[in-house]
């Protein structure tokens, strides 16, 4: 097919077919990968919520925090992921993050 050939409504007209077929083919996917893990978990005898609930890691345990902010007990820090503000405040303000650390 040569695209270059299309007028502007063509083209949309074909990306609007393409698009739903590309819904349609995915829809078709997603009921399949469905049927596989529920037989696949039947085949080890368990529910899809067991399989679930392990993937999604619902059975951690949370990180315990590690810094506390020293004008407000409540508010603390496990020391992963971005910062929260009255840290990086905190940091601003030329202090540094060991003084935050709990226990300490």
């Known amino acids: ?10 083209l949309l007209d074909l990306k609007k077919q393409v698009e739903q077929r590309i819904n349609d083919i995915q829809a078709q996917e997603k009921t399949k990968a469905m ?37 407000n007990s409540e508010q603390t820090w496990s020391g ?3 910062k929260p503000v009255w840290v990086q405040e905190y940091l601003d303000s030329g202090k540094t993050l ?4 709990i226990g300490k």
């Open 1 to 10: 097919m040569n695209l270059s050939a299309l007028a502007f409504p063509e």
């Open 35 to 71: 049927q596989q893990i529920r037989e696949l978990a039947k085949t080890y005898g368990l529910s899809v919520e067991e399989v679930l609930a392990k993937a999604s890691g619902a059975s951690r345990k949370p990180v315990e925090a590690k810094y506390a902010n020293p004008a």
């Open 80 to 82: 992963r992921g971005r």
């Open 98 to 101: 060991e003084s935050l650390e």
